[in-house]
């Protein structure tokens, strides 16, 4: 949607780290979030990052947000060949607006 | 098991024709949404409902309908009214409505809807 824009490809050798990046409008966000989907299937809830936060470590995924540019980034330490698929951020207010989605593409 | 289930997976109408696609969830919770996906696009929202018997439009409501009459379902109708229908529909819960809290949504496998 209009309020969240993302890159549309991204392309990465296996063992090394992906950066996907997002900007958004809503300053009044409480919550951000990245989601998963796998080819043909809907999506899942990856990670999230509270407004108040600058980053937020989960296993190999990293948040960063800078709530002053408006800009929000997952970074995948270690891709491996199943994280091949397509990247959303979001944002809340009333309703859940999503970006265009990121593909990224592991590459042996 | 707990989930959100859409059908049918694939789907094909004749044009001018309406068609329903089906949503159902047994997680108890309150809000449904429809979103439509096409490529490069990302999800647009169609449709949302926050609690039965009320819903509002989107972004992109026209040449759709919806009903809420359970807290279960949220039967989404493409209308022949829709100009291009042919996308990959996605129905999606979560406990409350957005904004404030988290909001986890959970999502359906979706169903690819092809006008022929």
Known sequence: GEDVEQSLFLSVREGDSSVINCTYTDSSSTYLYWYKQEPGAGLQLLTYIFSNMDMKQDQRLT??????????????A?????????????????????GAGTTVTVRA | ?????????????????????????????????????????????????????????????????????????????????????TAFYLCASSMGPPGGGLTEAFFGQGTRLTVV
């Not at chain 2, 997976?9 to 068609?19: D, I, P, S, T, W």
């Not at chain 2, 969830?25 to 449904?32: E, F, K, P, T, Y």
């Not at chain 2, 696009?41 to 919806?66: C, H, M, P, T």
Request: net charge neutral; charged share 25%.
């Open chain 1, 63 to 76: 948040v960063l947000l800078n709530k002053k540019d408006k800009h929000l980034s997952l970074r995948i």
């Open chain 1, 78 to 98: 270690d891709t491996q060949t199943g994280d091949s698929a397509i990247y959303f951020c979001a944002e809340s207010d009333y309703k859940l607006s999503f």
């Open chain 2, 1 to 85: 098991d707990g989930g959100i289930t859409q059908s049918p997976k694939y789907l094909f109408r004749k044009e001018g024709q309406n068609v329903t696609l089906s949503c159902e969830q047994n997680l108890n919770h309150d809000a449904m949404y429809w979103y439509r996906q096409d490529p490069g696009q990302g999800l647009r929202l169609i449709y949302y409902s926050q609690i039965v018997n009320d819903f509002q439009k989107g972004d992109i409501a026209e040449g759709y309908s919806v009903s809420r009459e359970k807290k279960e379902s949220f039967p989404l109708t493409v209308t022949s009214a829709q100009k291009n229908p």
